[in-house]
């Protein structure tokens, strides 16, 4: 079972940048499709950005388009989310999530917090 660690999160200015990482452990890194699902306060998880294993495929939420990129490195476990151009309405506790197939994730980071002030 593949373990999940998110780092990167902080306090920045709307129009700002910021790069989340999420680092994997355990089970084959490249089988997975990576997600990265964000839930803000008084709010319901929504999903912002899926990539596939090997090609690369991605799927982002329409906000965020245009203005975060989804990317991964399987030789080191790793999946990433670079954040530009933030917006308060971005401000919430992103997680790394990891599962078999599209839409279908069964494993979750514990969190790391944006805050995006105007």
């Known amino acids: 079972q593949v373990q999940l660690e998110e780092s990167g999160g902080g306090t920045v200015q709307a129009g700002g940048s910021l790069r989340l990482s999420c680092s994997a452990s355990?089970?084959?890194?490249?089988?997975?499709?990576m997600g990265w699902f964000r839930q803000a306060p008084g709010k319901e998880r929504e999903m912002v950005a899926q990539?596939?294993?090997?090609?690369?495929?991605?799927y982002y939420e329409d906000s965020v388009k245009g203005r975060f990129t989804i990317s991964r490195v399987n030789a080191q476990n790793s999946v990433y989310l670079q954040m530009d151009n933030l917006k308060p309405e971005d401000t919430a506790v992103y997680f790394c999530?990891?599962?078999?197939?599209?839409?279908?994730?069964?494993?979750w980071g514990r969190g790391t917090l944006v805050a995006v002030f105007s």
């Open positions: 999530a990891a599962g078999p197939r599209w839409w279908d994730f069964d494993t």
């Open positions: 355990g089970g084959t890194f490249s089988r997975y499709i």
């Open positions: 990539i596939s294993g090997y090609s690369g495929s991605v």
